[in-house]
């Protein structure tokens, strides 16, 4: 979506090295940030989400930083082992315009490529 | 709990062709959505639902109509298929009934093609 920026497309690492992803958003209400996973023909799955309210979470290899006054939010993948090789979606929701209500944008993904 | 689910997983249309698409959801979930998801576009909401016998536009609604007649049902209709229309079709489902700020659970996708 329009409001929504990814950044990289795309991002080569060798087995063991950092990734990290930037999703830009262009609206200072929203308050929700997920990031999804979809491997090669598969379904999105939700892998990590934070909230205005922190601005970091970590899970284990991965975590997800948030900067409300720079308006982006980040996932950060340690450690990168193959089988983390897939697309990764942003998908704050954004507030519609003159009102309370949200509209679902996604990014357009990051195809991470870990090479063994 | 086969959480959501899509039927067909494939379907091949003549231009013009009508077909309903279904999703099933055994969640309990308020919210549910469809989304078409094109090479280099990512995942873009077609319509959604908060809740049984509401529906509303998303991003890219036209040509496209839905129904939410039971709560655990969303059905996407195509009632004249266009080759523009070719794509990954997935439905998604979530609990939450406020602002969309909850974990969406995706079904498998349906893979459509319109010659």
């Known amino acids: 979506g329009e409001n929504v920026e990814q950044h990289p497309s795309t991002l080569s690492v060798q087995e063991g090295d950092s990734a990290v992803i930037k999703c830009t958003y262009s609206?200072?209400?929203?308050?929700?940030f997920p990031w999804y996973k979809q491997e090669l023909g598969k379904r999105p799955q939700l892998i990590i989400d934070?909230?205005?309210?922190?601005g970091e979470k970590k899970d284990q290899r991965i975590a997800v930083t948030l900067n409300k006054t720079a308006k982006h939010f980040s996932l950060h993948i340690t450690e990168t082992q193959p089988e983390d090789s897939a697309v990764y979606f942003c998908?704050?929701?954004?507030?519609?315009?003159?009102?309370?209500?949200?509209?679902?944008?996604f990014g357009k993904g990051t195809l991470l490529t870990v090479n063994p | 709990n086969a959480g959501v689910t899509q039927t067909p997983k494939f379907r091949v249309l003549k231009t013009g062709q009508s077909m309903t698409l279904l999703c099933a959801q055994d969640?309990?979930?308020?919210?549910m959505y469809w989304y078409r998801q094109d090479p280099g576009m990512g995942l873009r909401l077609i319509h959604y639902?908060?809740?049984?016998?509401?529906?509303a536009k998303g991003e890219v609604p036209d040509g496209y109509n839905v129904s939410r007649l039971k709560k655990q049902n969303f059905l996407l209709g195509l009632e004249s298929a266009a080759p523009s229309q070719t794509s990954v079709y997935f439905c998604?489902?979530?609990?939450?009934?406020?602002?969309?700020?909850?974990?969406?659970?995706f079904g498998p996708g349906t893979r459509l093609t319109v010659l």
């Open positions: 934070i909230r205005s309210n922190v």
């Open positions: 639902s908060v809740g049984e016998g509401t529906t």
């Open positions: 998604a489902s979530s609990y939450s009934a406020q602002a969309l700020t909850d974990t969406q659970y």
């Open positions: 969640m309990n979930h308020e919210y």
């Open positions: 998908a704050p929701p954004l507030p519609k315009s003159g009102g309370s209500n949200y509209k679902l944008t």
């Open positions: 609206d200072s209400a929203s308050n929700y």
